[in-house]
């Protein structure tokens, strides 16, 4: 995330989902979580490839 952040421009927020219901109830095991626009995108890992797909 952070190499390709430098070509794409992106911003990266983290969110803590520790002690927050809201977060626990939606991705629970799945994080972290990655954001695309506001959409979910990826859980667990980034792949590259579809990352790179998303941004263009």
């Known amino acids: 995330m952070n190499e390709l952040q430098h070509e794409f421009g992106y911003a ?3 969110v ?4 927050n219901a809201e977060l ?3 991705y629970g095991e799945q994080v972290p979580v990655i954001h695309i626009d506001g959409q979910p ?3 667990f890992r980034v ?3 579809r990352f790179r797909k998303a941004l263009t």
């Open 12 to 14: 990266i927020d983290e």
């Open 16 to 19: 803590f989902i520790d002690g």
């Open 24 to 26: 626990i109830t939606l």
């Open 41 to 43: 995108h990826d859980f």
């Open 47 to 49: 792949d590259e490839i």
